[in-house]
């Protein structure tokens, strides 16, 4: 076991304990192999969230409404906006969002990010921007979202270091997954170069991209 590892398991190991729903929708993500944020990661935002309070924050990347439930859970007077395409995924986080009765606080578009910007803009603007789904679209999601984000706003980027290979401490055997890495590494250089906004990459999680838009 390597030294990150045991850094984020030590911290796992101090977080609060998460209530009966969001424990329900943890294990349902690991019977299911659905992709939700690693809890390190999570938390950290969720600590710039609080410190910044945004009241309408803009997700790419439902899954199953795990993340959004969490924020609505940390900032219980803020809103979401998230987008999925997955119609399985879709109806079960409609699903948990019902059962934590919050339904009217997270608003699904449903269908492609890279085709329903016009109707998120209209939606907007947002004072947060989560960015968690094809990894290999981030640039592209950052082009059609940042725009609505107000000056002064956050900008969250998941899975930046990829399970190590980002960074280079494991090297991709598949090709399809280093064309994905290449992708990443050419979206944190342009976001940490990029002078409109402030940018850091914090190791924590699969790596969380936080950008202050100036």
Do not use: C, W
């Not at 993340?67 to 007077?77: A, G, K, M, N, Q």
């Not at 269908?111 to 947002?126: K, Y």
């Not at 270091?161 to 997954?177: A, E, H, S, Y």
């Amino acid at each position: 076991m390597d030294d990150h590892i045991k850094v984020e398991q030590y911290i796992d190991s101090h977080l609060s304990k998460r209530n009966a729903l969001l424990t329900e929708m943890e294990k349902f993500a690991e019977k299911d192999h659905v992709p939700i944020m690693e809890q390190t990661g999570l938390e950290a935002m969720l600590q710039f969230m609080s410190i910044h309070f945004p009241k309408r924050i803009l997700e790419i990347g439902t899954a199953i409404g795990y993340s959004s439930l969490r924020i609505i859970d940390r900032l219980p007077e803020s809103q979401v906006v998230t987008i999925e395409r997955d119609d399985k995924r879709i109806e079960q986080a409609k699903a948990f969002h019902k059962q934590a009765g919050v339904e009217n606080q997270i608003h699904i578009i449903e269908g492609d990010a890279l085709s329903v910007d016009e109707e998120a803009s209209a939606l907007g603007p947002f004072d947060a921007l989560f960015i968690d789904a094809a990894k290999g679209q981030y640039e592209r999601f950052f082009e059609l979202y940042e725009p609505m984000v107000r000056p002064g706003g956050l900008i969250f980027s998941d899975n930046v270091l990829f399970k190590g290979f980002v960074p280079g401490l494991v090297k991709p055997d598949k090709k399809r997954i280093d064309q994905m890495v290449a992708r990443l590494q050419r979206y944190n250089e342009a976001r940490m170069a990029d002078p409109r906004f402030q940018s850091m990459i914090y190791p924590i999680g699969d790596g969380l991209m936080v950008s202050i838009k100036k």
